[in-house]
């Protein structure tokens, strides 16, 4: 009986110290014992309610050189969001599932989306800026800047927008 205690303290303990990562709590150590931050985070779009008009209102982040860049990329992304992700993140009375369910369908209609998603291009008559949230700017460096921004996304109007250009049957 001893015996089988001891064994299963040690198999206990063999366990604990070989399960653990080293890469802990955004922290990695490399082989000079040096800690370093890992700076990579996903900023992920987030339902925060459906307006009347069945719009959604989204939370969403983007990254750019400037003020500016940074909220025309949060629109691109919440676009891109909702039509090719879903929108899974936050409250659950936006639809999850995206408005394409086409594998790849960005890849196959890659000049349709490019042309869509180009500076000035149509996605703007589908996403409104409802509130710029300087409070939550991150400088990740000093080449860009990351805003969150909460936007009004119109997914009845772009479903139909994508029936009506043949994306979608």
Not at 131 to 154: C, G, H, M, S, W
Request: aromatic share 10%; with cysteine; glycine share 8%.
């Amino acid at each position: 009986m001893k015996k089988l205690i001891v064994i299963t303290i040690i198999g206990a303990l063999f366990f604990v110290l070989t399960g653990c990562p080293l890469e802990q709590g955004g922290i990695s150590r490399n082989y000079n014992h040096k800690a370093e931050i890992t700076g990579n985070y996903t900023y992920k779009t987030e339902c925060l309610g459906i307006d009347a008009d069945g719009s959604q209102k989204l939370s969403t982040w983007g990254n750019g050189r400037n003020r500016h860049e940074a909220i025309e990329q949060a629109k691109k992304n919440a676009i891109r969001d909702v039509l090719f992700k879903g929108i899974i993140e936050g409250k659950t009375v936006c639809d999850p599932k995206p408005v394409v369910t086409e594998v790849n369908a960005q890849e196959r209609y890659e000049s349709y989306f490019y042309s869509f998603f180009a500076d000035g291009g149509e996605y703007q008559n589908y996403v409104w800026l409802l509130e710029d949230r300087p409070r939550d700017r991150v400088f990740p460096d000093r080449a860009t800047v990351t805003y969150n921004v909460i936007l009004k996304v119109q997914r009845l109007e772009l479903k139909q927008k994508m029936i009506n250009d043949g994306i979608l049957q």
